[in-house]
């Protein structure tokens, strides 16, 4: 059964970091390429990233450009989201998917296969 698997959420303050994992689990995260998305309370989930199946191209949205990277570690059967220079707007529900743009094209966040289970993120001081 393929399961994704997010962690690494929490509390930080405004210019802070955090790091997010989506583990997956009945199937090989290498065919796939993968997709972080958010969401806000009253808002919709929006793509913040993507990256292909084989980690050579990444499509990031323009609110997070220069401060989120998307990393993939096929061995490990994870993906990354490394945030930097958090900000309060950056709060939300952080959830993976499958992504069925294998190439993280101009319009992945469409075409969304599997979700995981969600993992909260806060920037408050």
């Known amino acids: 059964q393929l399961q994704l698997a997010e962690s690494g959420g929490g509390l930080v303050q405004p210019g802070g970091s955090l790091r997010l994992s989506c583990a997956a689990s009945?199937?090989?995260?290498?065919?796939?390429?993968i997709g972080w998305f958010r969401q806000a309370p009253g808002k919709e989930r929006e793509g913040v990233a993507c990256?292909?199946?084989?980690?050579?191209?990444?499509n990031d949205a323009d609110s997070v450009k220069g401060r989120f990277t998307i990393i993939r570690d096929n061995a490990k059967n994870t993906v990354y989201l490394q945030m930097n220079r958090l900000k309060p707007e950056d709060s939300g529900v952080y959830y993976c998917?499958?992504?069925?743009?294998?190439?993280?094209?101009?319009?992945?966040?469409?075409?969304?296969?599997?979700w995981g289970q969600g993992t909260q993120v806060t920037v408050s001081s």
């Open positions: 998917a499958t992504v069925l743009d294998l190439w993280c094209g101009r319009t992945w966040d469409r075409d969304v296969g599997s």
């Open positions: 990256i292909s199946s084989s980690g050579g191209s990444t």
């Open positions: 009945g199937f090989t995260l290498g065919s796939y390429a």
